[in-house]
């Protein structure tokens, strides 16, 4: 399994005096400590112990700052901070006294601060930090600092799916990597083996792929011994060579020892403390091997395992593949509409996952290199003539493959040039079609705008009337009249009402439509109380009562204070409208990682099947009367979607009819205002 960048350690101070030997002492126990994954009390430790030294030296700084990255960015995923502690060791990097010290700090800080780059999508700028890091690798003959360049290359022509590229980076990262027996270089070199394997798999060339395989087991056998205290390291890496072998075994035919290498690669990893994630997407591969094989009850038995695990610890990539298997298992068993259901999943994940890669993908970091590239040899090329004469050569040589380009092009010219006019004539029609489109999207945004102007114009010339006839009934009614003549002014009265809160409910829905968020930090404990007390007294009417369970801890959401008290609001208020006389309504808030979820769950007549699909459509026809008569008009829900999505959030609901319904929205947590 490749991972961008993997985690090994930090680079140990070398006895070169150039640490102090306060400061040697206490990276041993702050590595410690982060081997525990005692992340906090490191740092904490560590801060304390170097305010001790009397006069630390420059790699004591730089090192500090180092073991801060590793505990923020690769241990926490902190990529903010991460990004802070990297550019502070490309100043400390930068005071260096000797050529060694500079060429190993410098190239090391801007790989680091080239991987938080990478991980924040800033694709250019990480590719400038790794051509600094590969640039001073090359000048000051730093074989290592090479080595940590070229894999990083290799990782990322994996990623954008350019396997052979990435095959050649990852020898060539293999043959300057050091060959001193310390832990760092020894993992990364069994690492390597092993992403030379799987592009050679990706290749569809099994037998360089099994070789490669096997030499990275053979490898971690042979040496690692040296580390006994790190022996778990050792099992994780023999587990992910074990499940990718076991991949190339499947495309050989050997199912059957593909299955065990999978198992075992899995009981090594899912141990506390190993490559977990590693473990759940093995499970993928050995689920897809019992789904080809038709071991439908092993199947389902994986997959029952699996979704305890990903409920623990979550996996995108096998979150993804676990819909789809379990989509499969429900084809093989005729339940097409659970197939359906899962096979959705898959797909929105899918395209989440494929969304991420998209940027990483068009990012062309080949040419972004040669441009680096080309810049520094202009510059060299003022100061030196001998590279002045090697361009020559090259220029000529040049000059003769495009000689001989040329002719070839010409040769071919005659061929294509049939298929040339087909092509410009075909996008020429397209181009043709695009415009139509493109002017008939224009007209219907037009009239669209157009529409809710109308709309606009006529609910608001309409109110006022409508508003002085509920007045002047309401007044009527006190004075003497017959019961009927009462009755009448009373339903002129209660019409009257009726249409002002359909024509308030049109306003605020073309609104929404249109309108912009003021959004403001807002404690979503106190919004909910607020709205829960305002609603009591109309639950009180029909005897019902609302309870309410708040955050443990406050919470604030970056929000529209207005926007989603009305959501709350009405939500709540449909409860009251479609609940029974004394019954009870729970108003529940739930704080999970990266959003807040609000229910709002009553036992009151649910909703039908046929009306489940147009409840939040404008103007639905699936409005119906409240359990005591209360009118509806089918706007609200239409209202709340649109201002949720405006928030970038969800709604939707889980409702069984006659035994109640579950409106849910949920929210993105923030911690900057954007």
């Not at 990004?83 to 100043?91: G, N, P, W």
């Not at 439509?513 to 607020?530: R, T």
Request: charged share 25%; glycine share 4%.
């Amino acid at each position: 399994m490749v991972t961008l960048f993997s985690v090994t350690c930090t680079h140990k101070p070398a006895d070169n005096g150039d640490y102090s030997d306060e400061f040697k002492v206490i990276f041993k126990n702050t590595e410690q400590l982060i081997f525990h994954n005692k992340i906090n009390e490191s740092m904490r430790y560590l801060d304390s112990a170097v305010a001790t030294i009397p006069h630390p030296t420059i790699n004591d700084r730089f090192r500090t700052y180092g073991l801060h990255y590793v505990a923020t960015k690769r241990a926490k995923g902190d990529n903010v901070n991460g990004l802070l502690y990297a550019d502070s060791m490309v100043q400390y990097a930068k005071k260096s006294v000797t050529t060694k010290q500079y060429s190993e700090n410098f190239a090391e800080a801007n790989f680091s601060k080239g991987d938080v780059l990478f991980d924040i999508k800033r694709y250019n700028d990480a590719y400038e930090c790794f051509y600094q890091g590969y640039l001073v690798g090359k000048n000051y003959l730093n074989n290592d600092a090479l080595s940590d360049y070229t894999y990083r290359m290799g990782m990322i022509m994996y990623k954008q799916g350019h396997y052979k590229l990435a095959v050649n980076y990852f020898k060539d990262s293999y043959k300057q990597s050091s060959s001193k027996q310390n832990f760092v270089a020894f993992y990364r070199r069994q690492e390597i083996l092993d992403n030379i394997g799987l592009g050679y798999k990706k290749l569809n060339n099994p037998d360089s792929a099994m070789f490669y395989f096997t030499s990275a087991i053979e490898y971690i056998k042979a040496y690692g011994h040296n580390y006994p205290e790190k022996a778990n390291f050792m099992d994780i890496g023999l587990g992910v060579v074990y499940g990718n072998m076991a991949e190339v075994l499947v495309k050989q035919g050997k199912h059957q020892q593909a299955i065990d290498l999978l198992k075992k690669s899995i009981s090594i990893n899912l141990r506390k403390g190993n490559d977990n994630i590693d473990a759940q997407l093995t499970e993928v591969k050995l689920g897809q091997l019992y789904l080809d094989n038709n071991q439908i009850d092993s199947l389902k038995s994986l997959l029952a395992v699996m979704r305890r695990q990903l409920d623990t610890l979550k996996n995108e990539n096998a979150e993804a593949d676990w819909n789809r298997l379990l989509a499969n298992y429900y084809l093989k068993n005729k339940d097409f509409e659970k197939a359906v259901r899962y096979l959705q999943g898959y797909n929105i994940q899918k395209d989440s996952i494929d969304k991420k890669l998209l940027s990483l993908k068009e990012s062309d970091v080949n040419q972004q290199l040669a441009n680096y590239e080309q810049q520094h040899e202009i510059n060299t090329l003022s100061n030196n003539n001998k590279l002045q004469k090697t361009y020559l050569y090259v220029a000529i040589i040049c000059a003769v493959m495009l000689s001989v380009i040329i002719s070839l092009i010409y040769r071919n010219w005659k061929r294509s040039r049939k298929a040339f006019f087909t092509v410009n004539n075909l996008n020429k029609q397209i181009n043709e079609q695009n415009n139509v489109l493109e002017d008939t999207l224009t007209e219907l945004n037009g009239h669209n705008r157009e529409k809710d102007r109308i709309m606009r114009a006529v609910a608001h010339d309409l109110r006022n009337p409508l508003g002085g006839i509920a007045s002047l009934t309401s007044s009527m009614m006190d004075d003497e009249y017959t019961d009927e003549q009462k009755e009448l002014i009373n339903l002129i009265k209660e019409t009257s009402y009726n249409s002002l809160e359909l024509i308030n409910e049109i306003l605020e829905a073309t609104n929404n439509s249109n309108g912009k968020l003021n959004k403001e930090f807002v404690e979503i404990n106190a919004l909910l109380s607020n709205s829960v007390e305002l609603l009591r007294f109309k639950a009180a009417e029909k005897n019902q009562k609302i309870v309410l369970e708040l955050l443990d801890t406050p919470e604030e959401l970056f929000i529209s204070r207005e926007k989603i008290w009305r959501v709350i609001s009405n939500l709540i208020s449909n409860a009251t409208k479609f609940s029974p006389f004394g019954s009870v309504i729970y108003v529940t808030v739930i704080d999970n990682d990266n959003d807040v979820c609000v229910a709002v769950k009553d036992k009151g007549i649910g909703i039908p099947d046929n009306l489940k699909t147009q409840v939040f459509h404008m103007f639905t026809d699936a409005k119906r009367p409240g359990t005591a008569g209360e009118k509806s008009f089918g706007l609200g829900l239409s209202i709340c979607k649109q201002i949720i999505e405006k928030h970038d959030g969800k709604i939707w609901f889980e409702s069984t009819p006659g035994a109640g319904t579950t409106f849910y929205i949920q929210l993105q947590k923030q911690s900057t205002v954007v």
